[in-house]
């Protein structure tokens, strides 16, 4: 039976790291993983200008609450699962039919390509290319050797790739403590990305609230995160391979829908100098 929640302590940072996030980009509160951003102010930001966010700034007050508008944010581009280059292909030992191929299915495999193209800086990586080393090592077949269609162990997967994990949160029957979060904003604060597993309910990320017990899973890259001032709230920010598309929920939401976290110990480049 799976635990309730898991929560791996993560070692703390020695160097100057409020000095160096200055020198980043990094435009929240002193001291703590504070910043801020209004959820629809951004939104309408990323939706009117109809691409990737290319970074989250002090604007000088929020005109739609008159908050303080900062923010964190990673330079890791967007990829889609239905891109045409690689929708179609089959994902793992998959043989066809419903729910087979990288488009239907490839979530975690996207979200592992943005991360590894982001930890290297190698952009000629893609799902394709990220799944041949994979099935190289034998990522998609069980501990007996077996094919295991589409699914991977995921540590092993880890190991290929290259990924360097240093914690681990599930939440699985609650909404994620408000201490697991402030864990997570502070591995983004540091320039590290975190691989997250969502809800999904009619679609991806759906804000509507799903019934605990039911996971169904959606793997997503978590990117970065704000503080509005004058609503005293917190948003997220995440890459959804689903949509192809750089996406926002506000902390309630996210900590329900929300329910692992990978936190990796490779800081990647922020989204602006």
Same mark, same amino acid.
């Given at each position: 039976?799976? &635990?309730?929640?898991?929560?791996?302590?993560?070692?703390?940072?020695?160097?100057?790291?409020?000095?160096?996030?200055?020198?980043?980009?990094? =435009?929240?509160?002193? #001291?703590?993983?504070?910043? #801020?951003?209004?959820?629809?102010?951004?939104?309408?930001?990323?939706?009117?200008? #109809?691409?990737?966010?290319?970074?989250?700034?002090?604007?000088?007050?929020?005109?739609?609450? #008159?908050?303080?508008?900062?923010?964190?944010?990673?330079?890791?581009?967007?990829?889609?699962?239905?891109?045409?280059?690689?929708?179609?292909? =089959?994902?793992?030992?998959?043989?066809?039919?419903? =729910?087979?191929?990288?488009?239907?299915?490839?979530? =975690?495999? *996207?979200? %592992?390509?943005? !991360?590894?193209?982001?930890?290297?800086?190698?952009?000629?990586?893609?799902?394709?290319?990220?799944? &041949?080393?994979?099935?190289?090592?034998?990522?998609?077949?069980?501990?007996?050797?077996?094919?295991?269609?589409?699914?991977?162990?995921?540590?092993?997967? %880890?190991? *290929?790739?290259?990924?360097?994990?240093?914690?681990?949160?599930?939440?699985?029957?609650?909404?994620?403590?408000?201490?697991?979060?402030?864990?997570?904003?502070?591995?983004?604060? @540091?320039?590290?990305?975190? !691989?997250? %597993?969502?809800? !999904?309910?009619?679609?991806?990320?759906?804000?509507?609230?799903?019934?605990?017990?039911?996971? @169904?899973?959606?793997?997503?890259?978590?990117?970065?995160?704000?503080?509005?001032?004058? @609503?005293?709230?917190?948003?997220?920010?995440?890459?959804?391979?689903?949509?192809?598309? &750089?996406?926002?929920?506000?902390?309630?939401?996210?900590?329900?829908?929300?329910?692992?976290?990978?936190?990796?110990?490779?800081?990647?480049?922020?989204?602006?100098?």
């Amino acid at each position: 039976m799976r &635990q309730q929640y898991e929560l791996i302590e993560m070692p703390q940072e020695t160097s100057d790291r409020d000095g160096d996030l200055k020198r980043r980009g990094f =435009l929240g509160l002193a #001291g703590t993983a504070l910043a #801020g951003l209004a959820f629809g102010y951004i939104k309408r930001r990323i939706d009117t200008a #109809g691409e990737v966010l290319e970074s989250i700034e002090t604007f000088g007050g929020n005109q739609e609450t #008159g908050g303080e508008v900062n923010g964190i944010l990673l330079d890791i581009p967007v990829l889609s699962q239905w891109d045409s280059r690689w929708a179609g292909a =089959l994902l793992g030992y998959n043989s066809g039919g419903a =729910l087979s191929t990288i488009g239907d299915v490839g979530c =975690l495999l *996207v979200s %592992e390509t943005m !991360l590894a193209r982001a930890f290297d800086s190698n952009t000629a990586k893609t799902p394709l290319t990220i799944q &041949q080393t994979l099935l190289d090592a034998d990522v998609f077949k069980d501990g007996n050797g077996n094919p295991n269609a589409g699914f991977q162990r995921y540590e092993l997967a %880890e190991r *290929v790739l290259g990924f360097r994990r240093e914690a681990t949160y599930g939440a699985y029957n609650e909404d994620v403590p408000t201490g697991v979060l402030t864990v997570v904003r502070d591995t983004l604060t @540091q320039g590290k990305p975190v !691989l997250i %597993e969502v809800h !999904l309910t009619d679609t991806p990320l759906d804000v509507t609230k799903p019934s605990y017990g039911a996971h @169904q899973q959606h793997f997503c890259v978590l990117t970065g995160w704000s503080y509005d001032t004058a @609503q005293q709230s917190f948003t997220y920010i995440f890459n959804d391979p689903w949509t192809g598309t &750089q996406r926002i929920l506000d902390e309630s939401s996210f900590a329900h829908k929300a329910y692992t976290f990978y936190l990796y110990n490779q800081p990647v480049d922020f989204a602006w100098d």
